[in-house]
């Protein structure tokens, strides 16, 4: 069987293939043939002029054959697209130039460190030149001296032995025993000298030891001198070089790599060691070890290291305390800062750093105020020439509308309206503290009701100004001068009556006054010179905000300083974001929204609290540190409010909670301000005995979580302008969890009061129907102790109650067992009529006794 198979070998196609043979080698001296083609390249040689077809009469040069053009370009097209190619190539060129300009530069800066590095080398290499040439010099100079010494100590060996050798011998001593031989010592061989024979020789042999050690101190530094030398091999390696000793280790080529890389990083300054830099390290209460090592600028492994020294065994992403973590920023050379997690929140500027030549003048912020229906909605729908009533249910305002106005001047106001209602107490506080200007809406049929008390009281707490604007003027019966009256009761002085607060009577109808209540509020925003800083970051307060279902948690924002742009992060509360759009009051996207502007915010990470401040940071994650710290510090807080109780308190408690019967209930609100206005009010709903209880309350739909809740706690779900989607409506239905609807709050608050009313017991009324007086006792078998008695007043009926009364004294209160008239049982006995009664489970009755017959009725109770 072939290699092949019988298939046609593998080739690359087309062209004009070179066929060819690989010989291919495998294991156990194995080889194969294998048939392998090869495709020529192919080349392409350009067309001579003149060999197409001349262009086309009447065509642009410059602009090439119109034949190989693409379908389709004209010759504007062609223009354009040659104009576009001439200006990149000249972008192209300056690029180049600036290149060639900026490598120049870097060339130079790279020389000019080059040679101040060689400088330094010359510098230390003269330096450790002469160290070494001195101490060459001093080591000559000991040499010397030595070599001295050793000829002088010689010297003086010689003398004495020729002194001896003059002197007679001594004769021997018992104690130093005689040479073997008599005779006199052997001569010394040809060419040797004559060597004394003594013991101490050392000294003599010193010079040649010296010289050889000299010797070997050269030898060694002509080895390390070649060593140093040598280079990188030339040519190829041999197997004969290879296995040769001759030249010794050779480099190889990645050695010669790093040595020229090192050299290079030398001559560039880039291989010297940087002075270790001393960082100044914010310490919070507790800290993550790794968070630690990256603000030290240290590896991890190493605090790591640092920290089980001292005997802590942690990882690197466990935390540890503001105190160890100070000994390790010691430890590592650096200054420990304590800071609070509360200076987080330092990131966000303040308003007092804006410049006077950067403050322009900016609109006023007008919030229209009053009681329920005198007109606040209407007057604004005349100054906006809008409908706005309408879309209101039951014709009352039930959320802050921010809205932007432009008068026939050209002046531009923003205006505020807030409800009347009375569950609407936080909404018109709110309004009060980010407005400039209070109009005070008051009816001239009606005068002064409680809504409009509590919006002086708001706008008094506010500091800001009043203008008392009296509507219905076009109403049979208005009275503006009781208005005017009636305001003086609460320190109100209008300038009708030589007060300083402006007053315009107005009628939202006709629209009589509505010029000159414009032309107040310019002559008042004028009076308070109210300005802004437009460049600085955006600051704001939240007038509203809702969850909606295609666009997420929206914030309506009041700017107040700086201006907001789409794409800022900011942070509101405890929720942070980045501006997705911007919606102004007509539903346009704005880009940008400066001072006194209300726009809708899109992007939150979550629904803010109506109320809360808008501020823009610069990083997200400034933003995330700032709302995680305000979260955590609301959490403490309410934790330190329920540690706060005591368990003599928690015990107290709980037993009035047991006499208390409580109606829950879970809200769910189209925006922030209605659903925290609800909450208010049911929380007011209520007494001693019954109470509502809020288990839940929140913005957007309701959603088959809000059901799964209700259903564990037996609470209806409260829907205010939001509606639950299909699948938490079968979910409710399946559970049994009802869900009610409301536009109105009234409608709410009377429904939850009829609720709570049906937690309540019934009232108990005792009605007397009669008295009965025991003439005699007796004892019958089977019945035990009956009485016989005369009905001295009223009527005695079975079904009654009785107590029994002794010298007055109620001794026994129950019921009846038996009433018999003769041997009948009867249902009633009449006045002046004599009975039988026989008392339930009790038989202590004398003659003489009297009985009162009573009945019990229930009468239902309702809340106030």
Wanted: charged share 30%.
């Amino acid at each position: 069987m072939s290699d092949t198979d019988g298939k046609k070998p593998l080739g690359l196609g087309g062209g004009a293939p070179r066929s060819g043979q690989v010989k291919q080698s495998f294991s156990h001296g194995r080889t194969k043939s294998v048939v392998v083609e090869t495709k020529r390249k192919r080349v392409v040689v350009p067309a001579k002029p003149g060999a197409t077809g001349a262009a086309t009469p009447g065509a642009n040069p410059h602009l090439g054959d119109p034949s190989k053009r693409p379908a389709g370009i004209s010759d504007a097209e062609m223009e354009r697209r040659l104009a576009a190619l001439k200006a990149a190539k000249a972008r192209e060129a300056e690029d180049n130039a600036k290149r060639a300009e900026d490598e120049k530069l870097r060339g130079e800066d790279r020389a000019r460190r080059r040679e101040e590095i060689e400088a330094k080398e010359r510098e230390e290499r003269a330096r450790l030149e002469a160290l070494r040439l001195k101490a060459e010099e001093e080591e000559a100079a000991r040499k010397a001296e030595a070599e001295a010494r050793i000829a002088a100590a010689a010297a003086r060996k010689a003398d004495v032995l020729g002194t001896s050798r003059r002197q007679p011998a001594a004769p021997a001593s018992a104690d130093k025993p005689l040479d073997r031989g008599d005779g006199p010592a052997p001569a010394p061989a040809p060419g040797e000298a004559a060597v004394p024979r003594t013991r101490n020789l050392a000294p003599a042999l010193a010079p040649r030891k010296s010289e050889r050690e000299r010797d070997e101190r050269a030898t060694d530094r002509d080895r390390a001198k070649t060593k140093g030398d040598e280079g990188r091999r030339a040519g190829k390696l041999t197997l004969s070089d290879a296995t040769s000793d001759e030249g010794g280790r050779q480099r190889s080529l990645a050695a010669m790599k790093r040595k020229q890389e090192k050299a290079r990083q030398k001559a560039l300054g880039l291989g010297q060691k940087s002075e270790k830099q001393v960082r100044d390290v914010q310490l919070p209460e507790t800290i993550v070890v790794s968070e630690l090592a990256n603000r030290m600028a240290e590896r991890a492994a190493d605090v790591v290291k640092s920290l089980m020294k001292m005997g802590m065994m942690v990882t690197m992403n466990q935390a540890i305390d503001a105190d160890t973590a100070e000994l390790v920023i010691e430890e590592f050379g650096h200054k420990a800062v304590r800071v609070s997690d509360a200076d987080v929140e330092q990131a966000i500027e303040t308003v007092g750093n804006d410049r006077d030549e950067d403050m322009i003048t900016r609109p006023p912020i007008v919030t229209i105020m009053g009681h329920v229906d005198h007109g606040k909605t209407s007057l604004l729908d005349a100054i906006r020439k809008a409908n706005v009533v309408s879309g209101e249910a039951g014709g009352i305002t039930q959320h802050i509308g921010a809205y932007q106005v432009t008068t026939e001047n050209g002046a531009v106001i923003s205006f505020l309206d807030t409800p009347g209602h009375a569950a609407f107490t936080s909404m018109r506080s709110r309004g009060a503290a980010v407005t400039d200007i209070v109009i005070l809406v008051v009816a001239a049929d009606d005068a002064v009701m409680p809504q409009t008390i509590e919006a002086i009281a708001h706008a008094k707490a506010a500091k800001v100004p009043l203008i008392v604007a009296i509507n219905k003027m076009d109403k049979h019966g208005a009275d503006p001068t009781k208005v005017r009256t009636d305001l003086l009761q609460h320190n109100i002085v209008v300038e009708a009556m030589s007060g300083d607060v402006q007053d315009v009577e107005v009628s939202a109808k006709t629209g009589m006054g509505l010029d000159n209540l414009l032309e107040a509020i310019a002559l008042q925003a004028e009076i308070l010179e109210l300005k802004a800083n437009p460049k600085r970051a955006a600051q704001g307060a939240v007038i509203e905000a809702k969850l909606d279902v295609g666009r997420g948690p929206v914030a309506t924002v009041l700017v107040q300083n700086g201006t907001l742009r789409k794409g800022d992060i900011f942070v509101v509360g405890e929720q942070w974001g980045k501006v997705r759009a911007l919606i102004n009051d007509k539903g346009e996207t704005v880009m940008e929204a400066g001072p006194s502007v209300p726009v809708e915010v899109l992007g939150l990470n979550g629904t803010p609290q109506a109320g809360d401040v808008l501020n823009v940071v610069e990083t997200e994650a400034q933003a995330r540190e700032i709302a995680d710290y305000r979260e955590k510090a609301a959490k403490d807080k309410r934790a330190a409010a329920g540690a706060a109780t005591t368990l003599e308190q928690l015990m107290a408690k709980a037993k009035a909670d047991k006499s208390v019967s409580e109606l829950p209930v879970l809200v769910k609100a189209d925006v922030q301000g209605s659903a925290e206005a609800i909450v208010q009010a049911l929380e007011k709903v209520g007494n001693d005995e019954v109470r509502v209880r809020i288990l839940h309350s929140g913005v957007g739909a309701i959603t088959d979580t809000d059901v799964g809740l209700a259903e564990a706690s037996g609470a209806p779900i409260i829907g205010f302008n939001v509606r639950a989607n299909a699948s938490a409506r079968n979910s409710a239905h399946q559970k049994g969890v009802e869900i009610r609807y409301y536009s109105i709050i009234y409608d709410l608050v009377d429904d939850i009061k009829k609720a709570a009313s049906g937690l309540l017991k019934a009232e108990v009324r005792e009605t007397f129907i009669g008295y009965a007086q025991i003439k005699e006792v007796f004892k019958v078998t089977g019945v035990g102790m009956v009485a016989g008695c005369i009905v001295t007043e009223g009527v005695a009926r079975r079904s009654a109650g009785v107590r029994l009364l002794r010298d007055n004294v109620v001794i026994h209160e129950g019921t009846l067992k038996t009433l018999k008239r003769y041997k009948d049982e009867v249902k009633e006995v009449q006045s002046g009529q004599e009975c039988g009664m026989a008392f339930e489970r009790y038989e202590d009755i004398r003659q003489g006794d009297v009985i009162e017959i009573f009945e019990r009725e229930e009468v239902q109770r309702t809340l106030a």
